[in-house]
């Protein structure tokens, strides 16, 4: 059973930056499509950048092209989420998922996947 808990988040002014993790235990993580969705208040949880099982192919939603970088590092079962140039719109609980060897255009394309954390609460406001 994979757990992931997520980290990183906090308050910050328009046009600072964060970085977020997701840290993973109990399953083979290199076997599993990583996505990070959001869900700000009064809205749908959705997708903002996946990424495949060993790195090479990645997904943003055209909201954050330019701005997020996402990541991962196998060997310490972790996934990054870097975010520049933050906007309020920006503003939202931020959850890691998992899926298991699922195409990344599909894991960010839903929101019914077998693995999620908690979530972690990012404010961009001045």
């Known amino acids: 059973?994979?757990?992931?808990?997520?980290?990183?988040?906090?308050?910050?002014?328009?046009?600072?930056?964060?970085?977020?993790?997701c840290a993973a235990s109990g399953g083979r993580f290199e076997d599993y499509t990583?996505?990070?969705?959001?869900?700000?208040?009064?809205?749908?949880r959705e997708g903002v950048s996946c990424i495949s099982?060993?790195?090479g192919v990645t997904n943003y939603a055209d909201s954050v092209k330019g701005r997020f970088t996402i990541s991962?590092?196998?060997?310490?079962?972790?996934?990054y989420l870097e975010m520049n140039g933050l906007k309020p719109e920006d503003t939202a609980v931020y959850?890691?998922?998992?899926?298991?060897?699922?195409?990344?255009?599909?894991?960010?394309?839903d929101t019914d996947h077998d693995y999620w954390g908690q979530g972690t609460q990012v404010t961009v406001s001045s």
């Open 95 to 109: 959850y890691c998922a998992a899926d298991l060897l699922l195409a990344v255009q599909s894991m960010c394309s």
């Open 34 to 44: 990583i996505g990070w969705f959001r869900q700000a208040p009064g809205k749908e």
């Open 1 to 21: 059973q994979l757990q992931l808990v997520e980290s990183g988040g906090g308050l910050v002014q328009p046009g600072g930056s964060l970085r977020l993790s």
């Open 72 to 79: 991962r590092d196998n060997a310490e079962n972790t996934v």
């Open 53 to 55: 099982t060993r790195g």
